[in-house]
């Protein structure tokens, strides 16, 4: 990877990752892409940045040839809850976007990162130790389009020999960008009203069981996946990865550890319970372990240690 292309730069994973690349390979290089939302200033002033739609073809390739991209993040995509109000907005986001970026790829000889989810499972997948390799079947649009988007990155590697990869993301935990619409959105809530309130209100269920994991490590696997040596990789997207398996009483308690008068109440939400209902209680993540040595830094308290830490710094500022 010598230059870089995010879009979605201002999302969840896009604004923290572009931050870790300009840090590794140079704030000319990285070259950060978002629709409508401000960029922060830290994002904006920090290397080149770009407003682009990436459903319009032209917007991605003018960027690609006039910095001679060779990689490309592609992080825009619609989440679960939010897709599910709009399907067909979700379906052209996700899969529209895609599709410009893997011709892109192709014609220009990039590398492509695209994220998947435990979104791409089903009520048929085992809900228990999910396999890398197992039964796909999602009953909502942002599941499939993340099962139609892993099809299509590999058919483009194995009809064009575009170098795509990808992570199945779980849930992702991070103190510096607010929830965007997703399913597992509480596990960041919580957080924040914990410090704020001293109690939160959850929308999902106490004892469902959910793969998460901690913005460090999110960054952290998606770069050692895209500088792995690809002679190891026998899968390709995506890879499974996770760091700790919680549900919201979990989640309660590890915060109560550090704040001790927190309390925590349940007013479940039917769609977002239905959408967690049908993911996976925990994937098997070995794939990613053995072919290029992912092993996750934080397990809960470690993780709800340095949230309140950081959150607390946040609102001193």
């Known amino acids: 990877m010598k230059r870089i292309l995010i879009t979605g730069a201002t999302g969840q994973i896009g604004s923290e990752l572009t931050i870790t690349l300009r840090d ?3 704030q000319s290089n990285i070259i950060a892409a978002g629709h409508k939302k401000e960029p922060s200033s830290e994002l904006k002033e920090g290397g080149p940045f770009h407003f682009i739609d990436c459903q319009n073809f032209h917007s991605i ?3 690609v ?3 001679k991209i060779d990689t490309i993040f ?10 599910e109000k709009n399907p067909l907005l979700a379906w052209n986001v996700n899969i529209g976007s895609l599709i410009n970026i ?3 790829a192709r014609q220009y000889k990039c590398a492509v990162f695209n994220p998947s989810s435990i979104g791409a499972f089903g009520t048929t997948t085992p809900m228990d130790n999910t396999p890398q390799d197992t039964i796909q079947h999602p009953n909502t649009i942002y599941g499939i389009t993340k099962v139609s988007g892993e099809l299509l990155c590999d058919y483009y590697f194995q009809r064009f020999a575009v170098d795509t990869r990808g992570l199945r993301f779980p849930g992702l935990i991070s103190y510096k960008t607010p929830p965007g619409g997703g399913t597992t959105d509480y596990a960041i809530e919580i957080f924040h009203d914990a410090i704020k309130n001293k109690s939160y209100s959850c929308y999902l269920k106490e004892d469902t069981y ?3 994991m901690y913005m460090p490590d999110a960054i952290r696997s998606t770069i050692e996946l895209m500088e792995a040596d690809t002679a190891r990789l026998q899968h390709r997207n995506a890879f499974n990865v ?3 398996t919680v549900c919201p009483k979990d989640i309660a308690e590890s915060i109560k550890l550090e704040i001790s008068d927190f309390s925590m109440s349940y007013s479940i939400d039917p769609l977002r319970q239905a959408i967690a209902d049908s993911w996976p209680n925990h994937i098997d993540d070995r794939a990613a372990i ?8 934080y397990d809960l308290q470690r993780m709800t240690r340095d949230m309140i830490f950081n959150i607390r710094k946040s609102l001193e500022q």
């Open 242 to 244: 996770t760091s700790m």
């Open 290 to 297: 053995d072919e290029w040595g992912w092993e996750p830094q």
């Open 74 to 83: 592609h992080l825009v995509s619609i989440l679960s809850a939010t897709a």
């Open 210 to 212: 959910l793969d998460m």
């Open 102 to 104: 893997l011709e892109i």
């Open 24 to 26: 590794i390979y140079g």
């Open 61 to 63: 390739e003018e960027i």
């Open 65 to 67: 040839k006039t910095y």
